[in-house]
């Protein structure tokens, strides 16, 4: 069975980078994309983009400017970075391992969350 | 305001049939496949429907998705108390991007 864990802080000032890691265990990180995606407490999901195991990436044009997606498969990882932040980028942040890099998110993270405040 | 666009709530009581609906254009739903994800308050979202219409294993066949032109349906029958959740389609866009619509909250009567 897949499993995909986050991890990272849970509290950053305003202007500083969200750093996230996800790990993920019980199946290979071949031939499949690695998404986050996020949901700000009390809304809807937002998705912030993707990996491929072999590391080209596709990222959602509003965020774009601002995110970088990374993978070490010899660590099973990937990782988020989102510069920047504000208090809009407060939420759960997710991540996800998708078929086809279109929308088919079949396993997900329990999710983290990241609070942005003074 | 998504570009899907999903009722914010929708209802039934134990045994009835419910449908949810999305509806989206001709460079989305129209061009791609729909999926479907419910979320139980507290957890992460979990994949529902794929393809429009294909159940990933284990999710009970009282679940059923459709597509037709730029708008999509779930429909949920013999609704049960554990049915109760957040209900999101997805779709990919063409400007190479995932997207999802707004959310519909399900209550069990």
């Known amino acids: 069975q897949v499993q995909l864990q986050e991890s990272g802080p849970g509290l950053l000032k305003p202007s500083e980078t969200l750093s996230l890691t996800c790990t993920v265990s019980?199946?290979?990180?071949?031939?499949?994309?690695w998404s986050w995606i996020r949901q700000p407490p009390g809304k809807g999901l937002e998705w912030i983009g993707y990996?491929?195991?072999?590391?080209?990436?596709n990222y959602n044009p509003s965020l774009k400017s601002r995110v970088t997606i990374s993978v070490d498969t010899s660590k099973k990882q990937f990782s988020l970075k989102l510069t920047s932040v504000t208090a809009a980028d407060t939420a759960v942040y997710y991540c996800?391992?998708?078929?086809?890099?279109?929308?088919?998110?079949?396993?997900w993270g329990q999710g983290t969350l990241v609070t942005v405040s003074t | 305001q998504s570009v899907l666009t999903q009722p914010p709530s929708a209802s039934g009581t134990p045994g009835q049939s419910v449908t949810i609906s999305c509806s989206g254009s001709s460079s989305n739903i129209g061009n791609d496949y729909v999926y479907w994800y419910q979320q139980v308050p507290g957890a992460a979202p979990k994949l529902l429907i794929y393809r429009n219409y294909q159940r990933p294993s284990g999710v009970p066949d009282r679940f059923s998705g459709s597509k037709s032109g730029t708008s999509a349906s779930l429909a949920i029958s013999g609704l049960r108390s554990e049915d109760e959740a957040d209900y999101y389609c997805?779709?990919?866009?063409?400007?190479?991007?995932?997207?999802f619509g707004g959310g519909t909250k399900l209550t069990v009567l």
């Open positions: 019980g199946g290979s990180m071949n031939t499949y994309y």
């Open positions: 990996i491929y195991y072999t590391g080209t990436t």
């Open positions: 997805a779709t990919w866009d063409d400007s190479l991007s995932a997207l």
């Open positions: 996800v391992r998708t078929r086809g890099g279109r929308s088919d998110f079949d396993y």
